[in-house]
């Protein structure tokens, strides 16, 4: 699982990702949110750590504004605001769980371990974007009452954009998410992938779902 640590604190910020990269963990950290900003545009996370106090914006302003464009990534606050009133304020602005400063790296472990294992949960569901659904059971990709079959590349594929509609993906984002081992998927191995779920798009709705970014990645617009 990919982890966004956004913090300012360097020597924090530091030991926090040594200490989750040693349990195994992929990290980014920024040191605020314009930073975490452009992660967001080109990555995906299984789990944001956020702190309430950053240097360019407020941590609840920054999760208000994703919760508002439909990122759903869970959030743990990681914050010295600790009073009983702070923690509400952050739980209302989106955030899945909150932690307070100081606190025990084993703890931090084991609420990242709980949000990702309630994610995991919430995987077979269907999953929608504009007109577009995704069965996980089926693996049937449905527009207008229309369906079509995806094969497991495929249905990775369209889970990641459909999770991040309107956001541009990057073929390594594309990589480390939908192949089992990243460095197998080479640039003509995304492009052609791709190229097939293209196809298969078109035989359920006619329109360009899939947009090439050159030199950035992809994007799903969904109507």
């Known amino acids: 699982m990919r982890i966004l640590l956004v913090e300012d604190d360097a020597h ?17 950290c920024a040191a605020g949110g314009n930073e975490a900003e452009l992660f967001l545009r080109t990555r995906t996370y299984g789990v944001i750590v956020l702190d309430r106090m950053l240097p360019d914006i407020r941590g609840e302003e920054l999760l208000k504004k994703w919760r508002q464009r439909d990122c759903n990534t869970p ?19 989106g955030a899945d769980d909150y932690l307070g400063k100081p606190f025990a790296f084993a703890e ?61 993906l990057g073929k390594e984002t594309l990589a480390e998410q939908c192949w089992k081992e990243p460095w197998d998927a080479s640039d003509n191995t995304i492009e052609a992938q791709i190229k097939n779920l293209r196809k298969k798009l078109k035989l359920i709705d006619d329109r360009e779902w899939i947009k090439t970014m050159r030199g950035v990645g992809y994007r799903l617009e969904v109507v």
């Open 75 to 93: 959030v743990l606050i990681l914050t010295a605001l600790d009073a009983v009133s702070d923690r509400v304020t952050g739980l209302k602005a």
């Open 108 to 168: 931090l472990l084991a609420r990242l371990e709980a949000l990702q294992r309630r994610t995991s949960l919430n995987t077979s569901s269907v999953i929608k974007a504009g007109n577009l659904e995704l069965n996980p059971q089926t693996r049937l990709l449905t527009s207008q009452k229309r369906s079509v079959l995806l094969n497991r590349l495929e249905y990775e594929l369209m889970d990641i954009f459909l999770r991040h509609p309107g956001q541009v």
């Open 12 to 28: 924090l910020g530091e030991i926090i990702v040594r200490g989750l990269r040693e349990e195994g963990y992929q990290v980014d």
